[in-house]
Nanobody
């Protein structure tokens, strides 16, 4: 069973927006903090945004003011609204709990290119 199902990625131009979704296979988001990560080709996975079980948020400096993490407890889904996208945002985006579960989902590819 895939632990996390990420969706919403795609190919967009610089300055455009995307909204990613993450649904864990079990009801986790009311119990754990949730995080979005990304991994660009040839680079290590990096933390992008976090949201606690109570809804407090935190962001990597490079996305502050452009990305918004949120969640819908009734849908067991975490979102990442990404605005003003840049080519440097190109990566595969993953979600996981904090602390991270040992298994990761497939991720969703975000490509920002003109």
């Amino acid at each position: 069973q895939v632990p996390f199902v990420e969706s919403g990625g795609g190919l967009v131009r610089p300055g455009e927006s995307l909204k990613l979704s993450c649904t864990p296979s079990r009801s986790l988001i009311t119990l754990y903090a949730m995080r979005w990560y990304r991994q660009a080709r040839g680079k290590e996975r990096e933390l992008v945004a976090s949201i606690t079980s109570s809804g407090s948020t935190d962001y990597h400096d490079s996305v502050t003011g452009r990305f918004t993490i949120s969640k819908d407890n009734t849908k067991n889904t975490v979102y990442l609204q990404m605005n003003s996208l840049k080519p440097d945002d190109t990566a595969v985006y993953y979600c996981n709990t904090n602390p991270p579960a040992p298994s990761w989902g497939q991720g969703t590819q975000v490509t920002v290119s003109s």
